[in-house]
């Protein structure tokens, strides 16, 4: 088929186009396998994740909500002047606090509070009978209150006064703690007092606090409707808790 001359031409032609195509064939699969090394590189470098963190400012609350209770020790003056020793009673108070700007609020409150006075009420053949005076009354006071840290964190010292207006709601005497006879004709059925505190208020958290207060209450109008004269006074301790938002 081929001639002397031709047969060598043709075998070295062959392998020319082998020797070629070998040569080139490692780059191609070099080339794919750099490329698919590139991409696998780039599939796991993680992507640089940026974020903002807010602190929330805590601020002190300006309206507070809150309960009060505790044990009065009531007595009262008159005239003309009668022995008599303290009523041991209760009291109990909810109220609303307003920030007014500084160490200043403002503090109306709703308090349900037992006065009166324990004496000899009556004498029967020589002796004498005593009884409690008991002279309970729903009354509005309102504060002006200031509080303020003193050295603690968690501690502030509080301090408010303030006029009150109450209604009576009780007015007898109970005879020896066992018979009870009414005083409403003897006893007027509202009064105007004073009411002066101080105290401490506990942080127990940015919206909670312990309350602990010592009151002091000054009647200011004359509540005996004869001839006679009687001025309540009472000193209250009371315990309780405050709210903020």
Known sequence: ?????EKPLFLL??????????????????SVKQASNERSFNRETPARVTSTVRVRETKNPTMQFGFLGGMNFAYGTSEPTQAGTTRNAASFAIFYEQA???V????????YTQKGVRTSVYQ????????????????????L???????????????MVG?????????????????????????SNSEVSAIAATGIEYALSPTAAALLQLRYSVGLTDID?????????TTSILMGFAFGF
């Open 1 to 5: 088929m081929f001639s002397g001359f």
């Open 13 to 30: 032609a062959c392998l020319s186009f082998i020797q070629a195509h070998g040569q080139s064939t490692p780059k191609k699969v070099f």
């Open 100 to 102: 007014l700007g500084g």
């Open 104 to 111: 200043w609020y403002l503090e109306p409150e709703l308090l």
């Open 124 to 143: 029967i053949a020589g002796y004498q009978l005593t009884g409690n005076i008991k002279l309970d009354y729903l009354e509005l006071p309102l504060f």
């Open 145 to 159: 209150k200031t509080k303020f840290s003193v050295g603690a964190p968690k501690v502030k010292v509080l301090a």
């Open 163 to 187: 006029p009150s207006v109450g209604i009576a709601i009780k007015r007898e005497v109970e005879v020896m703690d066992i018979v009870s006879v009414d005083l409403s004709n003897r006893f």
């Open 225 to 233: 409707t004869t001839e006679s004269k009687y001025y309540s006074r």
